[in-house]
């Protein structure tokens, strides 16, 4: 590298004096202050020893031994912390994992969009609707979504909120994932709820029938391994606001070291990841694994100065990086960056986010995606890995378990005289359950070929 950058920061603390892009303008800093003293002294939500875990499972991406699924909400909402609606995302996500695991024989790694994902960057810091401006809505934990002045109001309060229904959801994420329900046993009942004439629904129940008949196969050979009672999930969302993450920082007695305690995995977005500003200045101290995010401009050498500052002294697992160039882009753009950071840098484990490079407006105003435009990014991601002998590691996706007409396209068509219908989203548009489940299947026969 020939360009300089000040050096590291010393203390958990030392973003405080970066420039942080995307922090919402709080009218009121001593109720901010509040809140957030109040917060450090709450317990964290996720363990060292949990976030410890996951980066061990990431290396085994990184290498190329398995294969990240990462899926949720663009935006949470606390009016969503609903046991119903927890159970449809998780249970899709733990249906993409079976159609993955069991279509490709690679282990999936699981991480949620999930109990932590309340923050959201914006393009534009208001928003015009007539002759009326309000600031833009940056996600429940800063303001509220209705277009008036009251609910667009940054209220610091919205912090502790987060933290609750992080936790809430939190724990039923734990008991969901260990209390049997996630039991590979009953992974057709997975499938109850949805629409399972879909043909990704008729797959699925094919493809359970076929768990079941191995299981069977098993048990009479006297096979019964723990590992299938239970799963591993692990929560994760864009780092966003700096004061709520260094309110729930906690150091590890067994290290001394700072952890984020708000979720396993964090990552910087597209918007925030200046090398110079305070997101990577404070991702740098944390020791969790972390992820980037690398849209179509991002260069090969941004992306060995980020190897460089925060995963210095190259342990496998600490760091991802999520593509996000685009459909139209990625087959272009990436291989050069894949190459440098293969060739130069510590090993990182590739992921795919095919959502955020693809989104327009359609003419009726709704923000949208195509399901074809979505699955030609993960088509070109994988051709870029094949190509170069690398691991296409991951999908980063937007979803959600219920019906909604977000993104366009699919198996059973969603088209945009749709859109209106169940347009629910409290940001960007999501793959419904059965376009995810339809994803899950066209990746896994990528992962095969
Ligand atoms: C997101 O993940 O919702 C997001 C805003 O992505 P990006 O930072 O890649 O634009
Ligand atoms: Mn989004």
């Known amino acids: 590298m020939t360009t300089h950058h000040p050096p590291p920061p010393t203390t958990p603390d030392a973003w405080r004096g970066r420039p942080a892009a995307q922090q919402p303008h709080w009218p009121d800093r001593e109720l901010l202050r509040e809140v957030t003293d109040g917060l450090s002294r709450a317990p964290a939500l996720v363990f060292p020893e949990e976030c410890d875990r996951l ?41 993409m994992a079976v159609v993955l695991t069991y279509g490709a024989a690679v282990p999936v790694v699981k ?18 609707q007539g002759d009326v401006t309000l600031p833009a809505y940056r996600g429940d934990a800063v303001n509220g979504l209705a277009f008036t002045a009251a609910d667009r109001r940054p209220d610091p309060r919205r912090l502790r909120r987060t933290y609750e229904a992080s936790a809430a959801t939190l724990n039923l994420v734990r008991a969901f ?54 799963v591993e999930f692990f929560a994760g969302h864009e780092g966003l606001l ?57 260069t ?3 992306a060995l100065a980020y190897s460089e500052k925060l995963n210095p002294t190259a342990e496998p697992g600490r760091l991802t990086f999520v593509v ?9 753009r990436l291989p050069t960056l894949v190459e440098k950071v293969t060739a130069q840098a510590a090993p990182v484990a590739w ?20 399901f074809d435009d979505i699955l030609s990014e993960v088509e070109g991601f994988f051709a870029v890995h094949r190509a170069l002998g690398t691991h296409a590691g991951g999908l980063h996706v937007e979803l959600t378990g219920d019906d909604v007409t977000e993104c366009i396209g699919g198996g059973d068509e969603v088209l945009v005289a749709d859109l209106p219908r169940r347009y629910e989203t409290a940001c960007d548009p999501r793959l419904n359950h059965r376009q995810s489940l339809e994803l899950a299947f066209l990746v896994a026969q990528m992962l095969r070929d």
């Open 55 to 95: 980066r061990a499972r990431m290396a085994a991406v990184a290498r190329g031994e398995a294969f990240l699924l990462q899926g949720g909400d663009c935006a949470e909402t606390f009016a969503a912390v609903t046991a119903d609606a927890i159970n449809r995302t998780l249970r899709t996500l733990l249906q």
């Open 111 to 128: 991480v949620g969009r999930i109990a932590g994902q309340y923050a959201k960057p914006r393009s534009r810091p208001t928003e015009t």
């Open 177 to 230: 994932a260990t209390g049997g329900y996630a039991d590979l046993h009953r992974a057709h009942t997975w499938n109850r709820g949805f629409v399972s004439d879909a043909p990704a629904g008729r797959r699925y129940e094919e493809l359970t029938d076929a768990i079941e008949r191995s299981l069977r196969f098993m048990a009479a050979c006297g096979v019964a391994p723990r590992e299938l009672r239970a």
């Open 242 to 298: 700096l004061d709520y993450e260094a309110a729930l920082t906690r150091t590890d007695p067994r290290t001394g070291l700072p952890y984020a305690g708000s979720g396993h995995l964090l990552w910087i977005g597209e918007r925030t990841r200046d090398l110079d500003g305070a997101h990577v200045a404070y991702f740098s101290r944390i020791r969790n694994p972390i992820a980037v995010k690398l849209g179509p401009n991002a």
């Open 300 to 302: 090969a050498d941004q």
């Open 324 to 332: 996000r160039m685009g459909a139209a882009a990625v087959r272009d």
């Open 351 to 370: 992921v795919c986010d095919p959502m955020h490079g693809n989104t327009f407006e359609a003419p009726s105003g709704h923000k949208t995606r195509r």
